[in-house]
Every structure is written in C-alpha cells, then in structure tokens.
C-alpha cells in the first residue's frame, strides 16, 4: 500500500504543475490547465477500465461498473492563488487509487469518481460549482455559461450532471488543513460535521480630534471601542475570528474615528453559534455606549452547519478501526463539497493529518503513511459499507 500511496502523493504534485501562473499553482474554475488535469486524471481511469467524462459543468467522472449500491468519491480540482499541491485533489486522486486497489475483479458496488470543477470560488465568487451542479441547485450567472462554453463543453446539458438517484453514498478524503490531527499524533480523523459559519461586518463610529490636544476622558476612539470588542470575541467561547480591520482616517496623530472590522463564527451547533453572535452584537452596543461611540453591524453569512449521515460515518469509524488505527472524532471548521451533497445523498468525510498544520500555501504536505493508512481504511469502507 506504500506504494502505491507514493503514487498518489507523485501524481498530486504533477497536477501541481498544471496552473495558470508559472512558478506557482493557481488553477480556477475551467481555467485552461483543468485540461491538463483532465487528460492526466482521464488516462489512468481509462487504464483502471473506467468509463471516463467531462459533464457540463466541468466535472471529470469516472465509473467503474460493480453488481450491487453506487458510491461516489470525489472532491475539488480547482485550488486558491499559490496553492499547495493537496487541497481538494487528493481526495480525487485517492478515488482512482482505491479502485485501482480494488483490482482487475469487479467491485461489489458501482464506484464513481468526481473531480469537481470548482469549490474555492475565486474565480467568480461563489464556491461549490461542480458539487452544486451535482445536486441540482447550481444557478448559472452569464459569467459561468461564456467560462463552460470557452472551455468547450455545453451548459444546455447542465441536468445529466446530477448524481444518479442509485446512489448509495458519497464519500470525501481531504488533508484536515488545520493542527489537530497532529498536535495527537494521529493519522486520520473522521468528520461529523462541517460547521455551520456566521460572518458580519461591525462598524463603530466615534469622532476623529487631535491627538495632542484631546483629553483621554473626552474622546471618541472608535479604535479603542473596537480593540476592548476583539477581546471580547476571543473570549467567545467557539471559534471566532476578527480578521480584517480598517481604520479612519489611519494617522497616527489622529484619534481614530471610524473602524470597520470583519467577524467569523463557526461552530457545529447552530443555536450555540448564533447564541454567540447575538452576545457579541450586545457586546459591541455596549462598549460603544460606555465610550460614546455608535456601534453598527450587517450580516454577511448565516450558513448552518451540515452533520454527515450518522450509520454511515459509524461505518467509517469502524472501517479505521478495523484497519489497526485510533478513530478520532472531529468536526471541520473548514467548508467542503461534502456539505453541499450531504443534505442530497449520506455521506461521509475522512481527515488526514496536515503536516505542520499548514494549508492553501505552497508548503502544504501530506505523509505518505497517511495517505496509505487512508487507502487501507477506503478499502475497508467500500468492501464493508
């Protein structure tokens, strides 16, 4: 299984090459590299005896015809600007590999690989293309139809691109892009649930002065309200982030008067979750109150959280047991493809470790223990489920 777990992790790199920026992997939604990636991606499913296609929106499928239920494996082929070489495209990668594993003999159930065409959004802003299209809720933008037609494909056939209605499963390897698997010293994680996000804007408004010639008690420092708010959110009690700030007028002799900053919440529970917001909004109204500083706020997301199907990732916690390692529950903070088929078909989501922690940067790594130790626990799953 090293082997070929090494064949995985050399193959994920070539892809890496294939970009639209020399020197670095930056490959968007039906850029013209995603050619590349299908023609290398394509040849080694017509090797396996897979039936290979592009669908309309862009998605590489390939299946390998079995006698009983339908899964499907799969997960994203488009990456962020200078990206590493494993975010999303291991997982298609791992799928072809677990059906080459499988052998020349027929598998019990039909399996279906998917390399989405886009989940990162950076092309046009909105994420999940390929899995939206899957699952009948994508809504093309004029923009999307001219990018489907440049790169040769139809949109009119947009309807075939839905899963079939046979399928039993869906299921997705991905690097956990985070420390935890690490900092435990494990291999694997299995997902219960994608966390549900929150993301606002808040706005405090004071009164820009002098710095020289304002006294403490009489300013309006919109930039101090915000500082004693950021405490706040680290003391939220989840996960939540003030990531972005700006200030006005942002001179350093100057009492700042404006500053707008971004807040992101993410939890697995979406009371708790949006309990949490509501606490900081008060928080902030407060403390803006208390310094004489008006405090605004305007919601950007409310995106609830996505549980994966509860017998089917008992069977995927069996399946790493079984293949001799710790099973380890946890949830992803990060969103994935997996959210947007979950609410369709069962599905189920496998982590492995990310060395240093490190994602959506060129250093982003997989060991090749993992890899193989996350092919063992595949096979197990799809003998088994």
Request: net charge negative; charged share 20%.
């Amino acid at each position: 299984m090293m082997e070929l777990a090494q064949k995985v992790i050399d193959c994920c790199r070539t892809l890496a090459t294939c970009t639209e920026e020399p020197g670095r992997t930056t490959r968007t939604f039906l850029s013209p590299p995603m050619h590349d990636v299908h023609r290398h991606l394509s040849g080694w499913m017509r090797e396996l005896g897979m039936e290979e296609s592009i669908d309309s929106a862009g998605n590489l499928r390939g299946v390998r015809a079995g006698t009983k239920k339908r899964y499907a494996i799969g997960s994203h082929l488009d990456t962020v600007p200078n990206a590493g070489a494993f975010d999303g495209i291991l997982g298609v990668v791992m799928g072809i590999a677990l059906v080459e594993a499988l052998g020349l003999s027929a598998p019990a159930a039909t399996i279906e690989i998917i390399g989405f065409s886009e989940e990162e959004g950076v092309r046009f802003g909105v994420p999940f293309i390929g899995s939206r299209a899957t699952v009948g809720t994508l809504e093309l933008t004029p923009e999307m139809r001219d990018a489907i037609r440049a790169f040769g494909l139809q949109d009119a056939g947009l309807p075939a691109a839905r899963l079939s209605s046979e399928t039993s499963a869906y299921f997705e390897f991905h690097i956990e892009q985070g420390p935890v698997l690490e900092s435990l010293g494990l291999p694997l994680g299995v997902v219960d649930a994608i966390a549900g996000q929150s993301r606002l804007t808040f706005i405090f408004e004071g009164k820009a002065n002098h710095a020289g010639t304002t006294p403490m008690h009489l300013r309006h420092d919109a930039l101090a309200a915000a500082a004693e708010w950021i405490l706040e959110v680290e003391r939220a009690g989840l996960i939540a982030t003030a990531g972005a700030i700006v200030v006005e007028p942002n001179a350093g002799n100057v009492v700042p008067g404006l500053a707008k900053l971004t807040l992101d919440v993410r939890d697995a529970c979406d009371e708790k979750r949006r309990a949490a917001v509501s606490k900081l909004i008060q928080s902030a109204q407060q403390i803006g109150r208390r310094r004489g500083v008006a405090a605004h706020y305007e919601e950007r997301l409310d995106q609830a959280a996505v549980s994966m199907h509860p017998s089917l990732t008992n069977s995927l916690a069996r399946a790493v047991e079984q293949s001799g390692y710790v099973v380890h529950h946890m949830i992803s903070g990060a969103g994935h493809d997996a959210m947007i088929i979950a609410p369709h078909f069962p599905s189920a989501m496998l982590f492995l470790r990310s060395p240093g922690g490190i994602s959506h940067h060129p250093d982003e790594d997989v060991l090749v223990e993992d890899v193989a130790a996350a092919l063992h626990v595949g096979l197990e799953l799809l003998r088994n489920a």
